[in-house]
């Protein structure tokens, strides 16, 4: 049965090398991204590599929730399947700017847009299952910390504070959707890639981009950047492990606010709360006696 990948963040980097090598291990692999153009090039030539033509585009800019939902009804319309989704698309922004939503943008892109996505797709993912989700976050998630009295730091605005806020809230959000999934044979990991020479941080201007210039030859390839999400994508050492952070291919033991399951339930609510989903999905592996009932987003 031909198995369906969904790769946010397709155009460049690490996403790109991960659609690439699920392309090559024969699945249908949807680029979703912002840049059609981009995108349609980038799946000629994953098309190439792979040696077929079940690569597809999906346009959509994750900063806005209006084309989140767009493009995951759009998906819906072209399949009923998906096995693998990865959330990869991500952002710093040195100086602050606000998504289309009015929402500070490291937030809505590297957070949000993987909460909203993934909810819209859950009951897809479920019907597939033995189904992955993948969540890419990073080691700076180590840095962050989540304010709930400021989760846009819209007192103070730091991008490296907003980014590895954001990269906590990967984590947190990847575990919290893992206890949210038990039994439904989706799991859902994250993992940090390594430091990576990707275009990663391209986006900003002058001393910023100029650092990461010169970190370059610190850092590894994209090849090497990939290689963990593609092992949680699909290998079958992976098969059923869920709510565990990787590095290098191995769990790791992430920060230790990631695993305050307090704050990956408040934050689940806030962000359902911020993206308008109405009933987010509750927790299915609850005993017997529990009232507590999975619902439609
Ligand atoms: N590079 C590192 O050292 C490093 C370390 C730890 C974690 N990470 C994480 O790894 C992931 C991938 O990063 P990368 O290094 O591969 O960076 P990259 O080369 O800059 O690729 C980022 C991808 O995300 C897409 N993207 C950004 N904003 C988007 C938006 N609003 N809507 C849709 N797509 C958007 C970009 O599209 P365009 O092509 O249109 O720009 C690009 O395809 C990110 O989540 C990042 O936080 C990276």
């Known amino acids: 049965m031909e198995r369906i990948a969904l790769v946010t963040g397709a155009t460049s980097g690490i996403g790109k090398v991960t659609a690439r090598a699920l392309a090559q291990q024969g699945h249908r692999v949807v680029l979703l991204a912002r840049d059609l153009r981009k995108a349609e090039d980038t799946a000629a030539e994953i098309r190439r590599a792979a040696g077929h033509d079940r690569v597809e585009t999906l346009a959509c800019d994750l900063g806005s929730q209006a084309q989140i939902r767009r493009a995951a009804e759009e998906f819906k319309s072209r399949h009923d399947r998906l096995h693998v989704l990865v959330n990869n698309a991500g952002a710093i922004f040195m100086k602050q700017s606000l998504s289309p939503n009015g929402i500070e943008q490291t937030f809505a892109v590297d957070h949000l847009a993987y909460f909203l996505l993934t909810q819209l797709l ?52 990847s ?36 650092a990461v210039k010169l970190l370059r030859p610190f850092l590894i390839s994209e090849e090497k950047g990939a290689r963990t999400s593609i092992y949680l994508a699909t290998s079958p050492e992976v098969e059923g492990v869920t709510g565990k952070y990787f590095v290098n291919r191995k769990p790791r033991r992430p920060p230790r606010e990631a695993l305050d399951e307090s704050v990956a339930r408040r934050l689940w ?8 989903i109405q009933l987010a999905l509750t927790e299915v592996n609850a005993g017997p006696d529990d009232t507590r009932r999975e619902a439609s987003t």
């Open 269 to 276: 609510e806030e962000s359902a709360r911020m993206t308008g």
């Open 175 to 210: 575990n919290e959707l893992a206890r949210r999934l038990g039994g439904t044979g989706v799991t859902s990991n994250a993992l940090h890639p390594g430091g990576v020479a990707s275009r990663f941080g391209h986006n900003n201007a002058g001393i910023f981009t100029l």
């Open 122 to 173: 859950l009951e897809v993912l479920k019907s597939s299952a033995p189904a992955r989700v993948v969540n890419v976050a990073s080691a700076v998630s180590m840095l962050g910390h989540i304010d709930f009295d400021d989760l846009e730091l819209k007192r103070r605005y730091k991008g490296a504070r907003a980014y590895a806020n954001a990269k906590l809230a990967n984590i947190l959000f």
